[in-house]
């Protein structure tokens, strides 16, 4: 569906709003009260209606977690606003809690004067018993510091689906699940938004179903009209968020996993070579198989579920040797498993992309929480010399681009590239701008073309990576392997000389990757200062808010973000000598600000946080007051 | 794929020097692989052997096709992805036992459960040739090696039983000792439209010198080797009056002689290669006091892994217009 124009809030006529610029929200509950799909369809009125969205899904890592219990909440937060925003927010408007646990989680990161709408029919004695509470906070007077509101949402949406005319019993006994779009009906009118993009998805999603589908709708309506009939109480007003200010085009929401599907697909498009995906199921990576396997031929794409990840990188690897991109995608402990195909793939010099949705480590670690513990491990977790080309995602959006890069730098170095994105990225969303895939550049690979004098370790002077001759072709038989091999012909070598000389060719042609990319700026502020902020990844949004912040209170700061990993851009040292101090924050104990200390020798200070959340932009600002502080 | 003019063997033997040490096993598998190829009239450039780790694994190297040597256990996988990009190449693995069932058994079972078209020769030498002598998955109870000095303690894992049980629709065996019916294995294998798995016995006469000498060694072949020809009873013996009987009291094969306690020809199993359970049973021949079933124990064609994979559209402008089209779907807005 397509709305045109810049749709506003969608209140009544006579319904006047105070309007706010932004809010930030968050939906908790059980993991099966519906949370996710709650906040993303919020997510997705908010943009349709104009607004800028960031959002944060987080979910344990069980998929019906024990009822009730505070390890069980799920969460979906989002930031909805009214000028271009880069994260979900540090504390919340408004929460939305669908039971104790849910409130008890959550309520420490509700502003003062927040708003908090609670279930009351879920604060049931054995609910808050679970939950930890003594008594019903609710009833006790602890919430006095909150504007709440706790209707029976639980008997509301029982009262609502009892009073459809041709419901059946069965059918009655389910209907307390849709408690979910109730509350979004309300939630939904709160802020101004329509309902109209989340009732096309129940037609669509319970059209099998006719009394579910029945259910969800009268229960959406129900909540919204709640919001317009009942006379809430005087501090609880309905607000609007006025459409941002994007630049014009065609939008869509996008998730991380999806940018980054979108963009290997464009990036093999423009070579017109075919995407091999070959992965094993993991969290949180699958989602991008899913999307791959749903798009599937028709898209050009092949997709291989293979029996383990050893397995995943080994056919992407054999597929790329026949001829196509081979591509696998995983998670931090399914990395492991692929280094000695890494190794191979390097060795054999092959494209091959490999997409890192980083979780918290070690081990299985934490599955469903983000963390960027995976760099050390993606530029240097190998046996050998073996060096490859390392890139980052630092937005949902982002993906699209890098995912398209790494495969141009796949096939025009012969070289595996690793992306490292992270387990946040990959499930929140936000507004996208759609790309002209016409203007992408067509670009060409010379798999199947046999060069002058063929041999298949001959090097291009300029990049030094060497053809891509695949089987089929005639009058280029050659074997490859992982035995060192003589450089030219390719055969089995073990001359010392020429080992020497092949890890530094190898060498060679990753740094030279430097050359081609571009030159490090930064993304807010100027190129010489007190403070550079180093960042990668994920702490984007983050960083960049917290120096606008720093900026405007006339603090000579910048944000530096990378997206080339290693190898780093090649001006970066001397970027960085141009600032008194230079801070890394990072989702881990320190891993890039070791890498830059190591490569340009300057004393760059860690700013790490390992928590599973991602960081507010409050922790990044207080370090870097009391960084210029420190003088 | 088939070539107009046919190359000779040594058409597909490549000029690196062969580095297996003299008087091994592979030499006569290799020697099998270039006349099947050579007689089929494949095209070299349409030929790709994928390898492992191993003595057996150094196989590419010395075919005149394309090859890639990779690393331990995984040749299986790599085939499989040479598979999904191009399904038209002829693709080989030729991999051992330590490769095929210890680090890379998993690998193994899925190809063969998928009917990944390729011709997988196990060669099997009951041993860890290139890491020096150490048991292997296959060695069997007892062989004393340096890191087994007092004996190995492990049941070795059976091959053609592990084949059968995890799916393979064409499980064979062949010995490196009986040319004539090593090709022939191989040339059904190789015309075999799916994984077509076969297990070579193979001497290792550094590390495990002897270790087939019961069913291989030349002057017994006849008497303890069974070969398997589809529709053919099962006689063996250098009289070719011994066979194999079905006993259905037991529900197990028997080993009899014609012409002894009423036995007759008639009496005699006939090789039916679709028959899985005639195969689990061969399979299953406890070879110490039966003979060795060579040849193809069960051949069952059905559809192929490439049979199976989805047609890909391979037109750029059509797949950028198509990908455009899904940017799109679902909801979107336009900001002006």
Redesign the interface.
């Known amino acids: ?7 506003t809030a969608s209140s009544t006529a006579t319904d006047v709003r105070r309007t706010v610029e932004s809010a930030v929200i968050r939906f908790a509950g059980d993991s099966g009260d519906g949370i996710q799909v709650t906040g993303s369809q919020f997510g ?1 009125e908010a ?2 209606g ?1 607004a800028d969205i960031a959002t944060f899904p987080d979910y344990p890592s069980e998929i019906r977690a024990p009822q009730g219990s505070v390890a069980g909440v799920s969460s979906f937060q989002l930031q909805l606003a009214g000028h271009d925003i880069h994260t979900p927010g540090d504390s919340l408007d408004a929460l939305v809690a669908f039971n104790p646990a849910a409130l008890k989680a959550a309520l420490k990161d509700l502003k003062k004067d927040g708003l908090l709408i609670a279930d009351a029919g879920a604060f049931t004695t054995r609910n808050l018993q679970k939950a930890g509470f003594a008594a019903n906070p609710l009833e006790d007077g602890s919430l006095e510091a909150y504007r709440v509101l706790a209707p029976d949402i639980s008997k509301l949406t029982m009262n609502t689906v009892e009073a459809i005319p041709d419901i059946d019993s069965t059918s009655k006994k389910e209907a307390l699940r849709a408690k979910n779009m109730w509350a979004l009906g309300l939630v939904l009118w709160l802020y101004g938004r329509d309902r109209k ?1 989340t009732a096309a998805w129940i037609e669509k999603k319970f059209k099998k179903n006719d009394q579910v589908l029945k259910i969800n709708r009268a229960a959406l309506d129900a909540g919204f009209a709640y919001g317009e009939t009942v006379g809430l109480p005087s501090t609880i007003e309905p607000v609007a968020v006025p459409p941002a200010r ?8 996008v998730t991380g996993a999806d940018a980054i599907v ?1 963009g290997l ?2 990036g093999c ?1 423009q070579y ?1 070579l ?1 995407p ?1 995906y ?1 992965s094993y199921p993991i969290t949180p990576a699958s989602t991008m198989l899913h999307l791959l396997a749903k ?8 997709i ?1 579920q ?3 990840e ?2 995943a990188a ?11 991109v ?1 591509i696998t995608g995983t998670s931090g402990p399914g990395m492991a498993l692929k280094t ?2 890494l ?2 793939a390097v060795a ?1 010099e092959l494209p091959l992309v490999v997409i890192n949705v980083q979780r918290g480590g070690p081990s299985t670690g934490l599955p469903t929480k983000t963390e960027q513990s995976d760099l050390y491990q993606a530029v240097m977790g190998r046996n050998g010399d073996t060096p490859l080309a390392v890139l980052s995602v630092s937005s949902p959006s982002d993906g699209f681009e890098v995912a398209r890069e790494a495969v141009e730098l796949a096939v025009d170095y012969m070289t595996p590239v690793v992306v490292l994105t992270d387990g946040y990225l990959a499930n929140a969303s936000e507004p996208w ?3 002209d ?2 203007a ?1 550049e067509r670009r060409s690979a010379d798999a199947h073309a046999v060069p002058e004098n063929f041999a298949p370790y001959m090097r291009d002077p300029e990049t030094l990576k060497r053809p891509w001759v ?14 060192e091999r003589q450089d030219g012909s390719g ?2 070598s073990y001359d010392p000389a020429n080992h020497q000389k092949m890890t530094d060719i190898r060498r060679d042609k990753i740094l030279g990757i430097a050359r081609a990319i571009p030159a490090q700026a930064p993304t807010l502020g100027e190129t010489t200062g007190d403070v550079a902020v180093v960042g990668w990844g994920s702490t984007y949004g983050a960083i960049t808010d917290a120096v606008a912040d720093l900026r405007a209170e006339g603090l000579k700061v910048s944000h530096i973000h990378l997206r080339h990993i290693w190898p780093m851009p090649a001006n970066l040292g001397d970027l960085l000598k141009g600032f008194e101090h230079v801070i890394v924050p990072e989702m881990n104990t320190g891993q890039l600000v070791t890498l830059i200390r190591a490569e340009y020798l300057i004393d760059a200070k860690p700013l790490n946080k390992v928590s599973g959340r991602p960081f507010a932009v409050d922790e990044i600002a207080v370090a870097v007051r009391s960084l210029i502080k420190e003088g | 794929m088939t070539l107009q003019t046919p190359l000779k063997p040594k058409d597909y033997a490549s000029d690196q020097e062969v580095r297996w040490c003299p008087g091994c096993g592979n030499y006569s598998v290799i020697k099998a692989v270039q006349k099947v190829l050579a007689d089929a009239g494949s095209d070299p450039a349409e030929t790709v052997f994928v390898s492992g780790i191993g003595c057996s694994s150094r196989f590419p190297y010395y075919m005149e096709t394309y090859g890639f040597h990779t690393i331990h256990g995984r040749a299986a996988a790599v085939a499989t992805g040479v598979k999904l990009a191009n399904p038209k190449l002829d693709v080989w693995v030729v991999s051992g036992d330590g490769d095929s069932l210890a680090i890379g058994g998993n690998h193994l079972l899925h190809v063969l459960r998928r009917n990944v078209d390729m011709t997988y020769l196990l060669l099997n030498n009951e041993i860890y040739g290139l890491t020096k002598g150490q048991a292997s998955p296959t060695s069997k109870v007892g062989l004393k090696t340096p890191t087994s000095p007092r004996g190995t303690l492990d049941e070795p894992v059976h091959p053609l039983r592990f084949a059968i049980g995890a799916g393979a629709r064409f499980v064979a065996r062949g010995v490196d000792t009986t040319q004539g019916m090593l090709l022939e294995t191989i040339k059904r294998a190789h015309a075999y439209h799916g994984a077509a798995f076969v297990e070579v016995l193979q001497n290792c006469l550094v590390f495990n010198d002897g270790s087939f000498d019961d069913v291989a060694e030349k002057s017994v072949i006849a008497d303890r080797q069974l070969q398997l020809v589809h529709g053919q009873p099962m006689i063996f013996g250098r009289e070719r009056n011994r066979g194999i009987r079905f006993n259905t009291g037991t529900l197990a094969l028997d080993m009899v002689t014609i012409g002894e306690n009423g036995v007759t020809e008639a009496d005699i199993l006939v090789h039916d290669e679709n028959n899985r359970a005639i195969a689990t049973m061969l399979a299953d021949l406890d070879t110490t006091v039966f003979p060795l079933p060579v040849g193809v124990l069960y051949a069952h064609p059905e559809a192929s892994f490439a049979d199976k994979l989805e047609p890909v559209e391979h037109d750029a402008p059509t797949l950028l217009q198509r990908l455009d089209k899904a940017l799109r779907s679902g909801n979107t807005w336009h900001v002006a």
């Open positions: 569906m397509t709305v045109q124009g810049n749709a997705l943009a349709i104009g993009t994007l630049p014009a085009g065609d939008y869509r929401s979108f697909i464009a498009e017109g075919d091999v070959c798009l599937g031929g028709d898209q050009g794409v092949r291989f293979a029996e383990d050893i397995a080994c056919a992407a690897i054999g597929a790329s040797y026949a001829g196509a081979g000695e195909a190794g191979l054999a701008r759609i790309p895939l016409s992408l695949v089987p089929g072709t005639q009058g280029t038989i050659h074997r490859i392997g992982g035995l055969e089995v």
